[in-house]
């Protein structure tokens, strides 16, 4: 019997099937990876004017990670990953945060569920390293996906965060709600572009040299947010660390003294109608010096201290009071409890200006301890990684590692200020950033071990393309 590719199979025999399940797997699996970048790229653009898409309380981000669930099954890596050292610790940080949330589920119903996704999202990075693991050629693509994104991103991604920034009163909104399309916040601003600016200064994909300049002038836009500046700086500061280069930051020097120079000579002020706080030297100078210091100026201090003073709470009711094993649980709003709620009615705060005092505050002690070890037993594998790459001299390897991990750090300095591993917007782009050091790092190591099969052929797929992962 002829198949429509011209291979012959012989009649009465279970070959053909097989061969058409052989070649329709891999086009599933690659066709979910293509639907999650468009999330990545779409909650990046958008924010939370796309996680708003759907029918509540059901919308984008549920639905993908139903898809997510269904490609995890079909990758038929799940074993495989859950018996490495991080799938262990993954294992033990999920069940511990159920064991926090199951027994709220009657009491607080869909709101325990909704608290839960900080957590609940780490099935996207459970997915996108099976992915890789079970289609090594899916990194290689994402990273090519991701250099067309980042391009796009430089243009649009300002223009996106002005428009919410200052055009908010008349953008249009989703029915019922305030939430207005687009609306990006300025973390998410800063962390893509500390990302971004990553992945150019260590040549991937097709990285050109004058994104970096541009990137500078972008990040000066969001220079109002503090969360978003500081991710940004400290992302920038590391990737420099580690793989200084000469040329590129005396051409980021040069670039970023002009554009300071500028708004200090020509006194140059921008406040456009509705905003809270100019564009400014002055700003600039204010936020520079209240993310090290006490600032005199009560706009940013007080929101300085309003923190502090609830992290102080959870700290006193958790390691030195009665929720030190347990937490107060998912579904609580813990604004309310704690006694520091602001917002409206219709979007009340429910959690902390900081993502990982979320964990503590919802899961007690253990729980926090489980996420730090998570997350620190990720980036000694990927460092690990990149310093075994870099010494037998895989230039690629080196510069993939040394951008997630890079990555990786604007996500937790962020997080470490705001309200944002708790939504799609920033958890999701967040555990994708994850799951992709996990799957190469996996990938990368039985590549040296030759273990994996197709998973081997990697690096010689990867030097047949030097114009499009130029050596770092």
Known sequence: MMSSSGITFPQGSNAAPLAARVVLWPRILLSYAFLHGLWFALYAFFGKGFAYVGWPPFYVSEFLLGLALITLLATRRLG?????????????????????????????????????????????????????????????????????????????????????????????????????????????????????FAFSLLGLGKARSWWAPVIMFDILLGMSVRSGLLAFLCAAAFVLILRPRIGKMAILATASSILVLALVVFDMRFTPPGASRELSAEVLSRSLVSLVSNSEHSDFEGTKEWRLKWW?????????????????????????????????????????????????????????????????????????????????????????????????IAFIVAASFDVFLEGPMAGIPFWTVFGLGWGSHTLFRNCLHGRGGEAATLPVVWRDRPREYAAV
């Not at 002005?162 to 939430?179: S, V």
């Open 312 to 408: 102080r709470t959870i700290g006193n009711y958790t390691f030195a009071g009665p929720f030190f094993w347990t937490g107060k649980g998912y579904g609580v709003n813990l604004a309310e409890s704690d006694g520091f709620s602001v917002g409206t009615q219709e979007e009340p705060l429910r959690s902390p200006h900081n993502s990982h005092l979320t964990f503590l505050a919802r899961s007690g002690v253990p729980g926090l301890i489980l996420w730090m070890l998570l997350q620190g037993t990720w980036a000694a594998s990927i460092l690990r990684s990149y310093l075994r790459a870099r010494k037998l001299k895989l230039h690629n390897w080196a510069g993939l590692f040394a951008w997630l991990l890079t990555y990786w």
């Open 80 to 196: 495989s990953l859950v018996l490495t050292p991080l799938g262990g610790i993954l294992s033990c940080f999920v069940l511990w945060q159920i064991t926090s949330m199951v027994p709220y589920l009657e009491t607080f119903g869909f709101n325990a569920l909704r608290d839960s996704v900080i957590w609940g999202y780490s099935l996207f990075g459970l997915t996108i390293a099976a992915l890789i693991v079970r289609l090594p050629r899916s990194l290689e693509i994402s990273v090519q996906r991701y250099g067309r994104f980042a391009r796009l991103y430089i243009i649009l991604g300002p223009i996106a965060w002005m428009t919410t920034l200052y055009l908010h009163d008349w953008l249009p909104t989703w029915p019922g709600t305030n939430t207005s399309i687009p609306l990006i916040k300025g973390d998410e601003y800063g962390t893509h572009l500390a990302g971004i």
